[in-house]
């Protein structure tokens, strides 16, 4: 395992960050395993874990505490807030209200007295944000949170952050955490230089596409019912995949001639696709989001693949750089492009 420093902190991170959504209900409902998983992670040199309080409802984070009891000073430890949790109205979103009562809840869920990364899980387009920077800061005050970070904000959003941190002389965002795989790439043109810019650190989340970036959905396979995107898995409903048959269609032959590019450079397609979002110079740690011990063990073996030149340039010409594989779209979508909102009159 690699570390590098997380932004300007100071703070050394594992060049892997043990990311735990598949913890919980939406994945591995044995708490046991995950606990041992995470035992592993630690034992292998990970220091770096991401949760947030909306995965599996708040289980994910408890499945955290767990595993850290009696190890908590030796991690650091990073969760997120916006996502509902709950059906009250305002038990969602960057209110000044909520991220001070998330962020207490999710203390609770932990069993420590502090975050060391705490992040926006999304922007908030409702909401000023000098309240979301204020109500961030009175927790860093507090004690109660280290450092703060943002998660799939658009680059202008990242920029205004930062100024409005100034502008009160509040704290800043120390990190970005956006959507990057050799299938996401649209970030490259705008949100990286950003972030290298205001040297911000950058941890990708979905390095694998949820998956198609280990071979796992084929043509002759289809969408496995225990997959993420098959079945009642957790992408299952949000991309309705197996009702667009020309996205898989061309899904299906990226993936083969990836994996062709993969067998050349002697690596698995997990590997190429770990390797690639590591190469970037933007990216400070990439997460793992394992189910299984298996699909650890795999991501870990993966820490010190170092892609060459010719490897990338293969990439670069089957997903050409700053763009997306059909069917990948923007976590963040901006209001101003629904449909209300593009009236002219």
Known sequence: MRYRKLGTTGIDVSTQCLGTMMYGANGNTDHDDCVSQIHHALESGINFIDTADVYSQGESEVIVGKALAGRRDDVLVATKCFNPMGEGRNRRGSSRRWIIQA???????????????????????????????????????????????????????????????????????????????????????????????????????????????????????????????????????MSRLDEQPEVLDARYELVERLDAVAKAAD???????????????????????????????DALAAADVALDGATLDAIDAICPVGTNAPGVTSSAPNPAFRRGNRRRG
């Open 103 to 237: 962020c207490e809840e999710s203390l609770g869920r932990l069993g420590t007295d502090y975050i060391d990364l705490y992040q926006v899980h999304r922007l908030d387009w409702d909401t000023d944000i000098e309240e979301i920077m204020d109500a961030l800061t009175t927790l860093v005050q507090q004690g109660k949170v280290r450092y703060l970070g943002s998660s799939t904000y658009p680059a202008e959003w990242i920029v205004e952050a930062q100024w409005a941190s100034r502008r009160r002389n509040a704290q800043r965002f120390v990190c970005e955490q956006p959507q990057y795989s050799i299938f996401a790439r649209e970030i490259e043109p705008h949100v990286l230089p950003t972030a290298m810019r205001h040297s911000m650190g950058v941890i990708p989340w979905s390095p694998l596409a949820g998956g198609w970036l280990t071979g796992k959905y084929r043509r002759d396979i289809g969408l496995p019912k225990d997959s993420r995107y098959g079945g009642g898995g957790v992408f299952a409903r």
């Open 267 to 297: 690596l698995t397609l997990t590997q190429m696709a770990y390797g690639f979002v590591d190469a970037h110079p933007a990216v400070t740690s990439t997460i793992i989001g394992p189910r299984t011990r298996p699909q650890l063990d």
